[in-house]
């Protein structure tokens, strides 16, 4: 892997390792419908096919074997490397707390 690719995955720390660990278990190259298992099943075959139609992600990522389409390892986890970013603390407000349920609410306005 390159220095950049490197540099990214020390940013990220725990993540960066887990990261690491479901990259080196992924062959070099993989049918497409397998990236489900390669990626700890964050990642399904519909959803990376999509992204492909669109272009999200860079076509050198795949390879074609006749019908089947084939994922390089990492091409494929250096792309997605730069969709993550390591987490942020939450945002103050009111996020989380649960509004009343509408029964609760038709209760209280009766009363």
Partial sequence: MDLDFNRLLGELGEVGE?????????????????????TGGLW?????ENKRYRSEIPADTFIYSGRRVLIHRDAFFRWWLTT???????????FGKRRPTRRLRKATVRA
């Avoid at 990261?19 to 298992?37: K, Q, S, T, V």
């Avoid at 993550?84 to 009111?94: E, I, M, Q, V």
């Fill in 84 to 94: 993550l970013s390591a987490s942020k603390p939450p945002l103050p407000g009111s």
């Fill in 18 to 38: 887990a990261f690491e660990e479901l990259r080196l278990n992924a062959p070099p190259m993989f049918p497409g419908e397998d990236i489900e298992r390669y």
């Fill in 44 to 48: 399904i075959w519909p959803t990376v």
